[in-house]
């Protein structure tokens, strides 16, 4: 890690095409500057990216990444950080791909406490694919495909992560930018799986969940009496259906993460040369 790390060190040489005024542009300049201010520099950072508007991600850091599959990023991610603990280990998606198709990796990644850190785009759409409802969109919110809307009840990314044992749990705006990186940072910091759910308004195929609705709508909980440590508390809060939450809504400061639970400390990138002992006999006894 490198005290000299600026945030533009973290930015690649290639161009962002996602539309102009996209929520992603922030969320992606906070991720940039929360690495910076923890010390972290791209040598020693790895960003896994799903499928999406989100899954550019890696390409537009300069760092390590890796474009996965759809809803597939945390298993990479957790795949790396085991193998080499000492990477700082960050995974970017979208609520189409984290709350979808990849909802049973997301539930067993924040059980399991992985030492790393998940920034969800929720931006309550799916982008990429021209407007569809997504898991968080509301039950009446209109699209070519829902034009009554899904009649379902929007999933709610941080009960999920609070009833799967989550230990850092939080949610910002993508255009508050000083506190949606310091809250990325915090979850960076955080010993064990940081989860942050960040609203990033689409402004292509949602006019409803716009940067003006949530600029109306949010209450930091910075400026309430929120103790963040108290579980009851973050409950009450997570399952609040009448009010959007920034800030963060519980974190265990006992928190043990995964790697010093089980014992998984050394790195195992390092492969000595030749085949494992009876590795021969073993082939053979398959084929």
Known sequence: MSSETR??????DKQPTWCPGCGDFGTMNGMMKALANTGNDPDNTFVV????CSGKIGTYMHSYALHGVHGRALPVGTGVKM?????????AGGDGDGYS??????IHAVRRNVDMSYVVMDNRIYGLT???????????FETATTPQGPKQPPVNPLALALSAGGTFIAQSFASDAQRHAELVQQAIEHDGFGFVNVFSPCVTFNDTDTYDYFRDNLTDLAETDHDASDFDQAKERILDGDSEYQGVLYQDENSVPYHEAHGVTEDM???PDGAPENATDLVREFY
């Not at 990216?49 to 999406?52: C, E, L, N, V």
């Not at 198709?101 to 997301?106: A, M, T």
């Not at 021209?130 to 009446?140: C, L, N, V």
Request: hydrophobic residues 35%; negative net charge.
């Open 7 to 12: 945030f533009i060190d973290f930015k690649s």
């Open 49 to 52: 990216a799903g499928i999406g």
């Open 83 to 91: 193998a080499n603990p000492d990477l700082e280990v960050m995974v």
């Open 101 to 106: 198709i990849g909802s049973g990796h997301f």
């Open 130 to 140: 021209k407007g569809q409802a997504s898991p968080t969109s509301r039950e009446d």
């Open 269 to 271: 990138t390092e492969i």
